[in-house]
C-alpha cells in the first residue's frame, strides 16, 4: 500500500465499498476519541440542497464527482475529523492525494455478500438503482479493490464482525490505547 505523503493532521479518513459501515462506524469512531464525524455525501447534500441521488439523476456522475472533489479540497486544513468518504471518492488520483493530505486512510472492507445485503439496505444509491443491481455492484467492486488497496493506509477486515468491534479493530490498530478513549463519548449502541 502506497502513502504519497504525510498528513497534515492526525484525522482518519475511512474509504471503502457502499455498504462498508463508513457512516455509522465512523460516527462511533469520531464519538469514541473526542473527533467531530465529518461525511462527505453529507457536505454535498448540505452545500447543494439536493439529495446525492437527485444530483446523480439531475446533473450526472460526473458533475457529482466534481462536487465530491471540491469538498475533500475543502477539508485538507480541518482538523481532529473522521471522514467517511462516499464509496467511489478513491476513483480520481486527485482525491486519492487529497485524502491522503486529510489524515490517515483506513479502507473498511468486508465480503461481497456483506456489502451488498448492506449496500442494498435502502434506495439512496443510484449507483445500484438499476435492472441488474448485483452484476454492476460486482464489476465495480472488481475494478475498485485494486484502487482501495493502494489508497489505503491500512485495512480492516469487517467480515463477521459487529460495528462495535470493527470499532475495536480500528481504535487498536491505529494504537488509540482503551484508557486515552473518551469513555463517555463512546457509543455502545
Ligand atoms: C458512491 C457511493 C455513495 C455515494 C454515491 C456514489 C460510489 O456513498 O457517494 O452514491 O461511487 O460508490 P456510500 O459509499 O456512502 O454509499
Same mark, same amino acid.
Given at each position: 500500500?502506497?502513502s504519497?505523503?504525510?498528513?497534515?493532521?492526525? %484525522? =482518519? &479518513? /475511512?474509504?471503502?465499498?457502499? !455498504?462498508?459501515?463508513?457512516?455509522?462506524?465512523? +460516527?462511533? *469512531?469520531?464519538?469514541? #476519541? $473526542?473527533?467531530?464525524?465529518?461525511?462527505?455525501?453529507?457536505?454535498?447534500?448540505?452545500?447543494?440542497?439536493?439529495s446525492?441521488?437527485?444530483?446523480?439523476?439531475?446533473?450526472?456522475?460526473?458533475?457529482?464527482?466534481?462536487?465530491?472533489?471540491?469538498?475533500?479540497?475543502?477539508?485538507?486544513?480541518?482538523? %481532529? =475529523? &473522521? /471522514?467517511?468518504?462516499?464509496? !467511489?471518492?478513491i476513483?480520481?488520483?486527485?482525491? +486519492?492525494? *487529497?485524502?491522503?493530505? #486529510? $489524515?490517515?486512510?483506513?479502507w473498511?472492507?468486508?465480503?461481497?455478500?456483506?456489502?451488498?445485503?448492506?449496500?442494498?439496505?435502502?434506495?439512496?444509491?443510484?449507483?445500484?438503482?438499476?435492472e441488474?443491481?448485483?452484476?454492476?455492484?460486482?464489476?465495480?467492486?472488481?475494478?475498485r479493490?485494486?484502487?482501495?488497496?493502494?489508497?489505503?493506509?491500512?485495512?480492516?477486515?469487517?467480515?463477521?464482525?459487529?460495528?462495535?468491534?470493527t *470499532?475495536?479493530?480500528?481504535?487498536?490498530?491505529?494504537?488509540?490505547?482503551?484508557?486515552?478513549?473518551?469513555?463517555?463519548?463512546?457509543?455502545?449502541?
Amino acid at each position: 500500500m502506497i502513502s504519497f505523503m504525510e498528513p497534515r493532521h492526525s %484525522n =482518519i &479518513v /475511512l474509504i471503502g465499498f457502499m !455498504g462498508c459501515g463508513k457512516s455509522s462506524i465512523g +460516527r462511533r *469512531l469520531a464519538s469514541s #476519541i $473526542g473527533y467531530t464525524f465529518t461525511d462527505s455525501d453529507d457536505l454535498i447534500t448540505e452545500r447543494h440542497g439536493r439529495s446525492i441521488s437527485e444530483i446523480f439523476a439531475s446533473q450526472g456522475e460526473e458533475i457529482f464527482r466534481n462536487l465530491e472533489t471540491e469538498e475533500l479540497r475543502g477539508l485538507t486544513e480541518h482538523q %481532529n =475529523i &473522521v /471522514l467517511a468518504t462516499g464509496g !467511489g471518492a478513491i476513483l480520481r488520483k486527485e482525491n +486519492r492525494e *487529497l485524502l491522503h493530505l #486529510i $489524515g490517515r486512510v483506513v479502507w473498511l472492507h468486508a465480503n461481497p455478500e456483506t456489502l451488498f445485503t448492506r449496500a442494498s439496505r435502502n434506495r439512496k444509491r443510484p449507483l445500484l438503482e438499476v435492472e441488474n443491481p448485483r452484476s454492476t455492484f460486482n464489476s465495480l467492486l472488481e475494478s475498485r479493490l485494486p484502487v482501495y488497496e493502494e489508497a489505503a493506509d491500512l485495512k480492516i477486515d469487517a467480515t463477521g464482525l459487529s460495528h462495535e468491534q470493527t *470499532l475495536e479493530e480500528i481504535l487498536d490498530r491505529l494504537g488509540f490505547r482503551s484508557d486515552a478513549r473518551r469513555s463517555s463519548g463512546t457509543n455502545t449502541d
